[in-house]
C-alpha cells in the first residue's frame, strides 16, 4: 500500500510540474504575441498631427526625445534637422528619414521611432461593449474588428440596432448596423472601414 501511495504521489507531482511548464510556455507565447502585434501596428501605422511620438537615437542622448509632438503642419521639430515632415509616414519611414539627416553629425545613426500617443487616429465605441472608450485606428479596422477590440457585447446589447456616427464635411452621418446579418454573411456592406473619429453606438 505504502508503494502505491508513494507511486500516485510521484505520479501527481510529475503532471503538475508539465501543468506548470504548459502554462509557462502559454504565457510566454502569449506575450510573444502582443509584442509581435505591437510591432505589426507600429510597421502599419501613419503618423498624423497631434501624435506624440518617441525618437530614440542609440547611444546619442543629444539625439533622443522622449515626447515629440506632431504639430498640425505635420511637421516635428528635431535637433539640428529643424523641422522633420513627419505626418503620412510610417514610423519606420521617419526613422530613415531621421537617420538620412544624421548622418552629417553622428557616425551610423541608429534611431528607433515610436508612437507613444497615437492622437490624431481614434474611435470611440460606446453603450453596450464589454471595454467602452477610445482606441487607436492602427490599420485599416472594419466594424466587426472595432467589436474585437472592446471586448465583445454585453448581454443586453441590441446587436441589429448598432449606430456608426461619422463627421463627412461637418455634417454628421449615420450608418445603421445589424451586426446579426453581418455575422451570418449577409450584407457585409455594412461591415464598414473606419475612419478617425468615428463613433460606434451599441444600444
Not at 14 to 36: E, F, M, P, T
Not at 163 to 192: F, P, S, V
Amino acid at each position: 500500500m505504502k508503494r502505491i501511495a508513494i507511486s500516485i504521489a510521484c505520479l501527481l507531482i510529475s503532471i503538475s510540474i508539465g501543468v506548470g511548464h504548459l502554462l509557462a510556455a502559454d504565457k510566454n507565447d502569449s506575450k510573444s504575441k502582443q509584442i509581435w502585434s505591437a510591432r505589426a501596428s507600429q510597421k502599419d501605422y501613419l503618423i498624423g498631427a497631434g501624435d506624440i511620438l518617441e525618437i530614440v537615437t542609440w547611444k546619442e542622448e543629444d539625439f533622443t526625445r522622449e515626447e515629440v509632438l506632431v504639430r498640425f503642419d505635420g511637421k516635428i521639430s528635431f535637433p539640428l534637422l529643424n523641422d522633420v515632415q513627419a505626418e503620412g509616414l510610417t514610423p519606420v519611414e521617419l526613422k530613415r528619414v531621421i537617420e538620412k539627416g544624421l548622418k552629417d553629425y553622428v557616425s551610423s545613426p541608429e534611431v528607433t521611432v515610436h508612437v507613444r500617443s497615437p492622437l490624431s487616429k481614434q474611435i470611440y465605441i460606446l453603450g453596450e461593449v464589454l471595454n467602452t472608450g477610445e482606441y487607436p485606428l492602427v490599420k485599416h479596422l472594419t466594424v466587426l474588428q472595432a467589436f474585437a477590440l472592446a471586448g465583445g457585447f454585453t448581454e443586453w446589447a441590441s446587436k441589429k440596432e448598432i449606430i456608426l456616427l461619422r463627421n463627412i464635411d461637418g455634417k454628421e452621418k449615420i450608418y445603421r448596423i445589424n451586426y446579426k446579418n453581418i455575422a451570418k454573411g449577409k450584407d457585409l456592406n455594412q461591415n464598414i472601414k473606419l475612419k478617425p473619429d468615428d463613433t460606434i453606438i451599441v444600444p
